[in-house]
DNA sequence: TATTGTTATACTCTATAACTATA
DNA sequence: TATAGTTATAGAGTATAACAATA
């Protein structure tokens, strides 16, 4: 129970957190240049276009944005836009179903192509099959890990 | 040369983004809570840390901010903090050199703690020693690589 | 009472363009 | 002319708290 990590650990981290906003940059320079998308909007489509039929707010929320507000707002924009549309839910009469348009189906369309080449020439050109297999498999690790925690708010967690 | 990705390679990357933004969140809400830091204040600091002396406005923006005038606009928020000083530089008489004062370097050892419990609790706990390796070598290679490539805007990969 | 979602609001971050000063 | 950095400003994203409506 060192109090600070090995140096491998360390330079694992920052250069995860270094690649990761790095491609991140990259893919919203694109969705943005190409599609007049974020990112966050880019994933609430592709949830959207990937599910059998409407979600709820909280349902698309999971995963996504961290605030109820937050995903309100985008909803809103992406409403706005003709992406989306929102509606009474059929069973609970609180929740709000979000559905993708034709619209919002092009939009994506439109803009993975592009994205698909970002990726692959940002990400993957230096990658084995081997490697992207196991990076897949040590983030999903590390997603269901993070995901299964506790909240883990800043409380409990001080000691001054 | 398909459009598309393979599976594999699309399973990888959305969870390598959705993992890093919620380590993302993670660490930034250590950060603030802790130490009213952004992550990108405390990679500035770390990196002044680091550093054998002052660093130009020029290296310290290197890899971690996007624009010239967020560097500025950073900056001059550590400098009004008390965390780092600002002078001219010794021989380009253009450049400002950036340094850690003792409140900076106070302020990045209240916080570390905290920041290691973090990333071990989030990202390090589900990982064993040479998931860690692996994970590091790999995405060493994404960003030398990423570093590597054409600023890469929009431009010359619009189809339509 | 707890939960779903919205609203109002405020704050931070980021980026673009215009500008100064030095090389 | 090109580079280092700042300023002004505008836009987008996010979060908190108060709120309404339903469970």
Redesign the interface.
Known sequence: MA????P??L???F??????S??????E??L???GELS?VQFQLLMRLAGADGPLTMTELAD?VV?SRSGLTHQAGLLEKAGLVTRGAGPGDQRSTVVEITDAGRERVA?V???H????????????S?K??????D??????????A?PP???AG???R
Do not use: C, N, W
């Not at 790095?22 to 893919?27: D, G, I, K, S, T």
């Not at 040590?138 to 995901?147: A, E, K, L, Q, W």
């Open positions: 109090d600070d990590l090995a491998e650990q330079r694992a981290y250069v995860l957190m270094e690649s990761a790095l491609l991140h940059h990259a893919v320079q694109q943005r240049a190409e990112y995963g961290y439109k993975l192509p592009g698909v080449e970002v990726t692959r020439g940002q990400l993957f050109e230096p990658l099959g490697d992207v297999r196991v990076l897949g040590i983030m999903t690790r590390v997603r269901d890990h993070m995901r925690q883990r708010s800043a967690r001080k000691r």
